[in-house]
């Protein structure tokens, strides 16, 4: 049972664009929520996270909003590059283990 | 600073065999973790240790273990390898905080044939 849901599993985004996943959780002892970055054949990198407490975090072109009533959060990548083609994998955390979504495969076209 | 570091980053391995896998943390993490990635499951959870103690345990059968040594280096230990054990091996460290970044390294790519 997938304790992180993540939404859609892929998307196709015009460069320049806005790239935006969705993730949902039911565990309320989560108190850690990273977005980790993985292009093919390398390991998942941190990309941006925010904790339960904050509603909102930026950092360059990504941000996470967080809504801890609706137990969901979401990753938006602004002004998407080719660059940024790769699957992002939210996650949540809690007992220093990390529970993954499924991943989205993101495309940014030229 | 350097990385997570894993060793190999490939192996082939017939069923039946088993395999150990390494991974050196980023200096100073104590906490080390491992996951397995496959295309079917995606990233589960396997363990967690610090200070050479399993913390935390997935859902994955006994022929899965691992151990920590007491300068946080790592290793996990895969006995009687099933082909449904190719996957892509995930190591990472963390800081002993709360709620601390979790950072991966390249990761080991085992086949199973």
């Known amino acids: 049972q997938q304790q992180v849901k993540q939404s859609p599993q892929s998307l196709i985004v015009q460069k320049g664009g806005i790239s935006i996943i969705n993730c949902a959780y039911e565990n309320t002892a989560f108190d850690y929520f990273p977005w980790y970055q993985q292009f093919p054949g390398k390991g998942p990198a941190l990309l941006i996270a925010i904790r339960p407490d904050v509603s909102e975090k930026k950092e360059g072109r990504f941000t996470i909003s967080f809504n801890k009533s609706a137990k969901q959060f979401s990753l938006h990548i602004m002004d998407s590059q080719p660059g940024d083609s790769a699957t992002y994998f939210c996650a949540a955390s809690t007992d220093y283990k990390l529970s993954f979504g499924a991943g989205t495969t993101v495309t940014v076209r030229a | 600073k350097a990385g997570v570091t894993q060793t190999p980053r490939y192996l082939i391995k017939t069923r039946g065999q088993q395999v150990t896998l390494s991974c050196s943390p980023i200096s100073g993490h104590r906490s080390v973790s491992w996951y397995q990635q496959t295309p079917g499951q995606g990233l589960q959870f396997l363990f967690e240790?610090?200070?050479?103690?399993?913390?935390n345990k997935g859902n994955f059968p006994g022929r899965f273990s691992g151990r920590q040594f007491s300068n946080s280096r790592s290793e996990m230990n895969v006995s009687t390898l099933e082909l449904g054990d190719s996957a892509l091996y995930l190591c990472?460290?963390?800081?002993?905080?709360?709620?601390?970044?979790?950072?991966f390294g390249q990761g080991t790519r085992l086949t199973v044939v």
């Open positions: 240790y610090f200070s050479e103690t399993q913390r």
């Open positions: 990472a460290s963390t800081r002993d905080i709360p709620g601390a970044s979790a950072f």
